[in-house]
């Protein structure tokens, strides 16, 4: 089915916010199988390794083109439940150290729907509490996806549900799963996965408990540990909250990648099989410039390096392409206001 995109919906699609924990998933299912994934990425301007890259960000599109061409690929109907049955508090990173230090069950739902993001899910999540006796988690793709919408689902409730149980303990129940799409030939992985009430091509997607569960308290509660890491998951969700266009994330990765080249505006277009004025007028339409991009990325790489104190500051300036130690210096106060030798003391 094709579905008619209007101005505001191509440009969610196209902006990589997306971290890239689901395809990292997608690609060990594929290993463990002998699948090569590799075929995936043809054309995403997108290379398999930049997967495992924690600061790698993608777009919807780019997201559902790969989910799209791995459940061809892998060749199981019921494919997310899979996936979504490996998660763990673990796979949530910080966002799951947040939920298993928080005090109360109702709290770790509420950090899981304000920090969803971090977690590279391709739904948003919501709660609904209309009803007193209930609380539904709600979920919808930013766009219609209706031909991986039935994955997309299965993956984040199949997960939740690990994460619940694992929170809570293997009591925990849903009363019941509304699902938009028709019942798929796979429903009874649902019936034994959920054991509750399963009701398919309802207006929405929901998993839906008894509100009993929020109440809660965890055992594993430790307000400092908790603060310390509602704040690594604020400035998580502050890093990926800034869009930026596929075309600009690419440009970022390469220039991350050959860092200590020095890589012009030229090379990188000519890499990108682009006109440097293409590239230009692209990244300007992104809102940003490849000289302000390019001084980012060299002083957050300095920034790392000067952590390490067996590397001199000329070999830190050489790690980022500077061949003069006195350009470097000028080059990083320029950038910062501070000199190399006073941002590592800053650092001590």
């Excluded at 395809?23 to 002998?34: G, H, I, S």
């Excluded at 998580?236 to 505006?265: C, K, M, Y």
């Amino acid at each position: 089915m094709r579905v008619t995109l209007d101005m505001a919906d191509e440009a969610r699609l196209a902006a990589a916010v997306l971290p890239t924990n689901m395809l990292c998933q997608l690609m060990q299912l594929a290993r463990e199988q002998n699948v090569d994934s590799t075929t995936w990425f043809r054309g995403m301007r997108l290379e398999p390794q930049e997967i495992d890259d924690p600061a790698t960000r993608i777009s919807y599109r780019q997201a559902s083109e790969v989910v799209t061409r791995a459940i061809t690929a892998l060749g199981r109907p019921d494919l997310g439940l899979v996936l979504g049955c490996r998660q763990d508090v673990g796979n949530f990173g910080l966002l799951g150290l947040a939920m298993k230090t928080a005090p109360t069950f109702g709290e770790a739902v509420l950090l899981g729907m304000t920090y969803q993001r971090t977690t590279g899910a391709m739904l948003d999540i919501d709660t609904d509490i209309s009803n007193p006796a209930e609380v539904a988690m709600t979920a919808r793709p930013p766009v219609a996806m209706p031909a991986i919408l039935p994955f997309l689902c299965e993956e984040m409730f199949a997960s939740s549900l690990m994460v619940a149980r694992e929170l809570v303990g293997d009591a925990f129940r849903p009363l019941r799963l509304e699902l938009s799409y028709a019942a798929p030939g796979h429903v009874e992985r649902y019936r034994e996965l959920f054991q509750c009430e399963l009701h398919f091509e309802r207006p929405h997607n929901a998993m839906v408990i008894g509100s009993e569960w929020m109440q809660l308290s965890f055992p594993t509660y430790n307000a400092v540990i908790a603060r310390q890491v509602l704040e690594l998951c604020r400035r998580q969700l502050a890093d990926i909250a800034s869009p930026q266009g596929e075309l600009t994330a690419t440009v970022e990765r390469f220039l991350r990648q050959h860092v200590r080249e020095n890589p012009t505006l030229a090379a990188i277009a000519g890499a990108m099989h682009l006109s440097e004025r293409t590239l230009r007028r692209q990244l300007a339409a992104d809102g940003i410039s490849f000289s302000r991009l390019h001084d980012r990325i060299r002083t957050e790489r300095a920034l790392e390096l000067l952590h390490d104190h067996h590397l001199t500051i000329s070999q830190v300036g050489g790690h980022i392409g500077f061949a003069d130690a006195r350009e470097f210096r000028r080059a990083f106060k320029r950038w910062t206001g501070h000199t190399p030798s006073e941002a590592r003391g800053q650092m001590a």
